[in-house]
């Protein structure tokens, strides 16, 4: 076995091209990293952008719509109490002892007797 050879074959180079070391100095405008490193980094700052962009419109439509629906609650509130409180003069003035004794006048013929009267309790 000849252990020349197989050294000599796996010394051999596997690509078909040359690694070239780039020995150039920086120019001031350059940038560090290369060209394809800055272009993916803007493609994915633009991308960003964009969604970033996105999310502030959706949010601020959704911050509207809400605040749509807060006034229509309050204005809805609004009505609710101002009923509540028509309604609470109205149970007041139904409930009042002048208003109690004409209904009992009308529908029932019933009379408080005055002070010369004389009336019968069964």
Known sequence: ???????HFTAQQTAGFEVRQQLRRRRVSDLPGGKMLWLAVAKVSC????VVCASVLWMG????????T???TEANLHNIRNEQIRLLAERARLMSAKNIHSQ????LALYVPEKGQVYKIR
Do not use: G, K, P
């Open 61 to 68: 439509s959704f911050s509207s719509q809400a605040q749509l």
């Open 70 to 72: 807060i006034q229509a």
């Open 104 to 107: 009992a006048q009308q529908a």
């Open 47 to 50: 991308i960003a952008l964009v």
């Open 1 to 7: 076995m000849n252990f020349q050879n197989h050294i």
